[in-house]
């Protein structure tokens, strides 16, 4: 699950809920694992880099956020993380403004 600035938490933490639930092991995504300040201002912080996220992830999970996933959308880095791990993701998926970084 990419976590970035500026993003919605419900859109994260919704479906984080549900996936974890199921009993899945949930990867906090981002280049570095300072906290992300939310739409509502709570921090939240990847559990992993980049990096150190798998190589092969059965769902690859964006979350909406108007001005953070514009910025997302035109970092280089965000966007060949993206690529990368969802040309082998088995389902790659996003709540609503998350699909245009995807």
């Not at 809920?17 to 009993?23: A, D, E, P, Y």
């Not at 790659?92 to 995807?102: A, D, R, Y």
């Amino acid at each position: 699950m990419l976590v970035y600035p500026r993003m919605v938490a419900l859109d994260l933490i919704g479906p984080q809920t549900i996936l974890n639930l199921g009993g899945c092991d949930i990867h906090l995504v981002w280049k570095n694992k300072e906290p992300c300040a939310t739409d509502v201002g709570v921090p939240i912080a990847a559990t992993r880099t980049f990096a150190e996220c798998p190589r092969e992830l059965d769902v690859l999970f964006v979350p909406g956020g108007i001005v953070g996933t514009t910025a997302c959308m035109r970092d280089a880095e965000v966007l060949e993380f993206i690529a990368d791990r969802g040309a082998r993701a088995r389902f790659v998926t996003s709540v609503c403004t998350g699909s245009l970084v995807l």
